[in-house]
C-alpha cells in the first residue's frame, strides 16, 4: 500500500542512559521504528508483557539481574521464546555509535568470516598437527596478517577516527580519518597525538585512559580536539581492550566521535530551558503585580464612589435652600443681570452635583426606572424650550421638526435628563452655530437625533467620549467633568437601547439615540431596575 512503512517495535535494554541515547541516535531516523527503553532486566520482562517486539537489543551486563538471565526467562515464556535477541557484551568487538547499517552489516560479516577460518583452521590442526606443525604456523601467521589487513580495511572505511594502542597506552595506529581532521603527520608520538586535545580537556582525558590502562576497564569521555584550521570541535573518545584467550591485554581498540553538533544543542536546549523558566517566573511575578494593583485600583475607585456619594449628598442641602433663595430673587421685578447669573450658576452646580449622584448610584447598580406611556417629541420640545435662553446667550438656535407625537415607553425623568446633556453639549461646542433636533418612529423603534454644527469629534475619540471622566477636549477651554454622555449613554442603555456619534472634526457632530417603542418591563407604575 503505497510507500507506508508497517511500525515496529524495538526494545533497547541497557542500564547506561549513554548506550541508550547512542542506539537511539542510529535507529531514529529509520522509518517505522517503536523504541522502547529499559534500563534493567525486570523493566525488559515488564514491556514485554505489554506488547510484542521483533527485535530486542540486550547489554549482557545488567546490573541485578544480567543480560543471560533475561535472556533465559524470555526464552522460557511461550509468547516471548521466538523473540530474536541482540546481544551487546562489548568483548570481541564493539559497536561505533552512532552506528549505520552499512557498519553494522561490514562487522556482522566480518565475524561470520572469522568464525569460518576459526573452524577451519582448527580442522586443520587437528588433521595436521603431527604432520604440518611448521606449516600450520606460517598459515597462522598469514591469517593474522590477513585479518590484520581486513581489519586496517575496515578502519578506513568507515567516517569515524579509529585507533589503536598498545597496552601500556602507546599509541601505535591512527586511521586516515585523523590525519585529514587534525592535519597531523605520520607517526606521530603519543604525546602528539594528545596534544591536540583541548588544554582543559587534556589532563582528564589522559587520566581517565591511565585508569583504564591500570583497571582494564572500558575508557570513555568527552573531550575538544584541534581541527586542521584550528577549530575545537567536542568528541566522544572511547576504547574497549582486546585480550587474547588467556584474558591478557594485547591491545585497546578506540575510536573518536563527533558529537559537537549534538553538544551544542544540548548547550542551547539547557539555555533555553533556564531563559523559559526565567519567563516564567517574570510572568507569574507580573501578574501577580497586576492582581495587586487591580485589586487596589478597585478598592481606589469604591473609595472615590463612597467619597462623591457623600460628598453629593453633603452639597446638595445647601445647594437647595442656594437655589431657592435665587429663584425668588430672579422672580422680583427689580431682578438685575447678575441675579440671573447667580441662578443660572447654582442651576449648573446643582446638576453638576446631581451627575455626581448618578455617577455612584450606576457604579452601585441602584438606578431605577419609572417606565410610563408617553410623547418623546413632547420631552424633547421641552427642553429645547427650557435651553432656549441658553442657545440664545450662546448665538444658537434650537429647531425640533414637528412630525407629530411620538409614542413609546421610558422614563420621562431620566430621557429627559439625555435630551438635556445632548443639547447642552450641542451648545456648548457648537455656539454660534443652529442645532437641529428631530424624533420619528421607525418600526418597532424610535429614533431621537441632535445635530450641530461645532468642533466635531475625532474618530479616534468617538467610542471613549461614553466613558466615565472622559473628554475629547480641553477642560480649560470648555469645562465640565466629563460625565454628561456616560451617564446618557448608561440611561439609554437601561432602556435597552444604544447612542452613538457620528462626526468628523470641524464638521459638527450628530448623536442618534435608538429606543424600543414598546417595553416588555413596562406596567402602570413598575420600575424597573438597571
Given at each position: 500500500m503505497g510507500g507506508e512503512v508497517r511500525p515496529v517495535s524495538i526494545l533497547l535494554v541497557d542500564d547506561r542512559l549513554e548506550n541508550l541515547a547512542a542506539l537511539r541516535a542510529v535507529l531514529d531516523d529509520q522509518p517505522g521504528y517503536e523504541l522502547v527503553d529499559a534500563a534493567s532486566g525486570p523493566d525488559a520482562l515488564r514491556e514485554l508483557l505489554k506488547r510484542e517486539f521483533c527485535l530486542i537489543l540486550l547489554d549482557a551486563f545488567l546490573p541485578g539481574m544480567d543480560g543471560f538471565e533475561v535472556a533465559r526467562a524470555i526464552k522460557e515464556r511461550e509468547r516471548t521464546r521466538d523473540v530474536p535477541i541482540l546481544f551487546d557484551v562489548g568483548a570481541a568487538d564493539y559497536l561505533i555509535k552512532p552506528i549505520s547499517a552499512e557498519i553494522v552489516r561490514a562487522k556482522v560479516a566480518v565475524f561470520a568470516d572469522l568464525a569460518r577460518k576459526t573452524a577451519q583452521l582448527r580442522e586443520q590442526a587437528v588433521f595436521l598437527q603431527e604432520a604440518e606443525r611448521r606449516q600450520q604456523a606460517l598459515e597462522l601467521a598469514e591469517l593474522k596478517v590477513a585479518s590484520e589487513r581486513r581489519y586496517r580495511q575496515l578502519a578506513e572505511s568507515i567516517p569515524?577516527?579509529?585507533?589503536?594502542?598498545?597496552?601500556?597506552?602507546q599509541l601505535e595506529y591512527w586511521n586516515q580519518r585523523w590525519y585529514e581532521y587534525t592535519g597531523g603527520e605520520e607517526r606521530m608520538t603519543t604525546e602528539s597525538a594528545w596534544g591536540f586535545l583541548h588544554p582543559e580537556d587534556r589532563e582528564k582525558g589522559v587520566k581517565l585512559f591511565q585508569t583504564a590502562l591500570r583497571d582494564g576497564s572500558p575508557f570513555q569521555c568527552e573531550c575538544r580536539i584541534r581541527r586542521a584550521d584550528g577549530i575545537y570541535r567536542w568528541h566522544l573518545r572511547r576504547a574497549l581492550p582486546e585480550?587474547?584467550?588467556?584474558?591478557?591485554?594485547?591491545?585497546?581498540?578506540?575510536?573518536?566521535?563527533?558529537?559537537?553538533?549534538?553538544?551544542?544543542?544540548?548547550?542551547?536546549?539547557?539555555?533555553?530551558?533556564?531563559?523559559?523558566?526565567?519567563?516564567?517566573?517574570?510572568?507569574?511575578?507580573?501578574?501577580?503585580?497586576?492582581?495587586?494593583l487591580y485589586v487596589e485600583a478597585r478598592a481606589a475607585v469604591q473609595l472615590r464612589d463612597d467619597f462623591l456619594t457623600v460628598a453629593a449628598h453633603e452639597l446638595r442641602t445647601p445647594l437647595t435652600t442656594l437655589r431657592l433663595q435665587a429663584q425668588q430673587l430672579a422672580r422680583g421685578e427689580q431682578a438685575?443681570?447678575?441675579?440671573?447669573?447667580?441662578?443660572?450658576?447654582?442651576?449648573?452646580?446643582?446638576?453638576?452635583?446631581?451627575?455626581?449622584?448618578?455617577?455612584?448610584?450606576?457604579?452601585?447598580?441602584?438606578?431605577?426606572?419609572?417606565?410610563?406611556?408617553?410623547?418623546?417629541r413632547a420631552v424633547v420640545q421641552e427642553a429645547a424650550e427650557w435651553f432656549g435662553d441658553e442657545a440664545a446667550r450662546n448665538g444658537c438656535t434650537i429647531k425640533v421638526e414637528d412630525e407629530g407625537p411620538v409614542v413609546a415607553d421610558f422614563d420621562p425623568l431620566r430621557i429627559e435628563q439625555v435630551v438635556a446633556n445632548l443639547m447642552v453639549n450641542a451648545i456648548k461646542y457648537g455656539r454660534g452655530k443652529p442645532i437641529d433636533v428631530s424624533v420619528r418612529r421607525d418600526g418597532s423603534l424610535v429614533r431621537m437625533v441632535v445635530r450641530d454644527q461645532g468642533i466635531g469629534v475625532a474618530a479616534e475619540q468617538q467610542a471613549r467620549i461614553f466613558d466615565q471622566?472622559?473628554?475629547?477636549?480641553?477642560?480649560?477651554?470648555?469645562?465640565?467633568?466629563?460625565?454628561?454622555?456616560?451617564?446618557?449613554?448608561?440611561?439609554?442603555?437601561?432602556?435597552?437601547?444604544?447612542?452613538?456619534?457620528?462626526?468628523?472634526?470641524?464638521?459638527?457632530a450628530t448623536f442618534e439615540v435608538e429606543l424600543p417603542a414598546e417595553h416588555l418591563a413596562r406596567r402602570p407604575g413598575s420600575a424597573l431596575q438597571a
Open positions: 569515524q577516527i579509529v585507533w589503536r594502542s598498545l597496552p601500556d597506552g585480550r587474547n584467550r588467556e584474558g591478557e591485554i594485547v591491545a585497546w581498540l578506540g575510536t573518536d566521535t563527533d558529537i559537537d553538533d549534538r553538544k551544542r544543542a544540548d548547550d542551547e536546549r539547557v539555555d533555553l530551558l533556564v531563559r523559559e523558566r526565567a519567563a516564567r517566573f517574570e510572568a507569574e511575578a507580573a501578574q501577580k503585580r497586576a492582581a495587586r438685575s443681570g447678575a441675579t440671573r447669573t447667580l441662578l443660572r450658576s447654582v442651576d449648573r452646580l446643582c446638576k453638576l452635583v446631581d451627575q455626581l449622584l448618578d455617577v455612584s448610584r450606576i457604579a452601585a447598580g441602584r438606578v431605577e426606572l419609572q417606565l410610563e406611556r408617553g410623547d418623546l471622566f472622559t473628554r475629547a477636549v480641553s477642560v480649560r477651554e470648555y469645562g465640565g467633568l466629563g460625565l454628561g454622555l456616560f451617564i446618557s449613554k448608561q440611561i439609554v442603555d437601561a432602556h435597552g437601547g444604544s447612542i452613538r456619534v457620528a462626526s468628523q472634526p470641524g464638521e459638527g
